[in-house]
């Protein structure tokens, strides 16, 4: 590889380009794919990690967070993970073993085959200069699993996910194709017990009138690093929700890039951000409302303890043609300890006149009022402060149209709090 460095790597940069430079001929694609990596990589190996004089890393000091990377593939299965909840039809994320028997309408195989043929080239080159998550993601990614959900398809079983990280390094892609009128439910896990270094790129497309639920938990060991991106398109009339858990890792950022590309469509994120220990959790989101009549709410809810820190960067622009735009945002952050710390960065970005946007966000401590109103019936302090504190956080989960998977994610925040509580 040719590389022009102009500064002095850090650990972690070192590791990288040492990693690059020993696999690259290694990773699977054609000439113009190798290409593309080099390319992908250059700008790393040139202006190195991101600090927080870029703005959109401002608050999540890439370069300065990020220690030291693993420098062999991690070890994974995902058979190692129990299903999140009964009735699941499942993959392993890394397209290693894909499930058999599939409902009529979806479609799951491996990415690698593609990668393989340089099918991919075109867009794993970052338009982006900042798209640091782009680049790593392009420069290493080998694996993925490619969806597809026929126009039509209603799948009354969820598809699950999984990856088990051990120590090492991961990179994942997932093209999803939703077709018209379709149903889906698809859950994201990403779990693991050594210090991983995982990166993972999810490219959603929701056709007019589908309608989809994904699920995201993340779990990585207090060692490991996530950073994850997921972009997405809807059609109109066209139904994406999408839900977070964060329970784990010692960095992980998510950066989530939607457009309501219909009239109509309606995005709704609900994000848990459950911070201990000494991790730091990014969640960076931008959406683009570009025709009338959609909606999206966001509602964003943190727990920080310990010397926690977290991030809530939300964005959300409304072109001139984006009348009738209903979107709204909320940020609310309970910090149980004084050395714990979190920001929210909300934005509006507003060209259209006939609009109702806005949005929120707090940082408090638990109410005292409702302490005393269970201590005074007979709650001891310890315990009522736990129920005030997954009350805060399980609300938002219980709003999900699915009751098992919701049951599921509660009883995920109660074993936090077993550990972290």
């Known amino acids: 590889m040719t590389a022009h460095t102009l500064i002095k790597n850090t650990q972690a940069e070192s590791a990288l380009i040492e990693t690059f430079d020993k696999v ?79 409902p009529e309408g979806l479609s799951v195989s491996s990415l690698r085959s593609q990668i393989e043929t340089g099918a991919l080239d075109q867009r794993l080159v970052p338009a982006d200069p900042e798209d640091v998550v782009g680049a790593l993601n392009a420069a290493f990614v080998a694996e993925g699993v490619a969806i597809t959900v026929a126009d039509g398809a209603v799948l009354d079983t969820p598809l699950e996910l999984s990856a088990f990280h051990g120590e090492g390094q991961a990179h994942a892609r997932v093209p999803v194709s939703i077709g018209n009128s379709a149903k889906a439910t698809i859950i994201e896990r990403q779990t693991g017990s050594g210090p991983a270094f995982v990166t993972g790129i999810t490219e959603l497309s929701v056709g007019d009138d589908a309608e989809l639920l994904w699920v995201l938990v993340q779990e990585q060991s207090d060692s490991s690093t996530q950073l994850s991106q997921m972009k997405f398109t809807l059609g109109r009339n066209a139904k994406f929700t999408l839900a977070i858990l964060n329970a784990g890792g010692k960095l992980v950022r998510h950066e989530v890039r939607g457009v309501l590309e219909g009239e109509g469509g309606d995005f709704q994120m609900r994000c848990v951000n459950l911070l201990g220990g000494d991790s730091h959790v ?64 909300p934005e509006l970005e507003i060209f259209a006149d006939d609009v109702a946007c806005g949005h929120g966000a707090t940082v408090a401590e638990i109410d005292e009022d409702h302490l005393f109103y269970l201590m005074s019936r007979g709650v001891p302090e310890q315990k009522a402060r736990a129920l005030l504190v997954k009350a805060f956080v399980a609300e938002i989960i219980e709003e999900l149209d699915n009751e098992a998977i919701a049951d599921a994610l509660v009883a995920k925040v109660d074993d936090w709090f077993e550990t972290n509580g």
């Open 282 to 345: 990014d969640v960076t989101m931008v959406l683009d409302h570009i025709v009338p009549d959609t909606t999206g709410t966001e509602i964003v809810r943190n727990i920080a303890t310990g010397k926690a820190s977290g991030v809530f960067q939300g964005q959300i622009r409304v072109a001139k043609e984006a009348q009738k735009t209903d979107a709204r945002m909320a940020c609310n952050t309970l910090l149980v300890s004084d050395e714990a710390d979190f920001s929210a960065k």
């Open 24 to 102: 690259i001929e290694t990773l699977p694609g054609t000439d113009s794919t190798r290409t593309a990596r080099k390319t992908a990589m250059g700008g790393i190996s040139t202006r190195g990690l991101p600090t927080r004089r870029v703005e959109a890393w401002h608050y999540t000091d890439l370069r300065n967070r990020l220690k030291d990377v693993p420098r062999g593939d991690a070890a994974r299965d995902g058979d190692t993970l129990a299903p999140l909840a009964n009735h699941m039809i499942r993959a392993d994320l890394f397209g290693g073993k894909v499930a058999a028997n599939l």
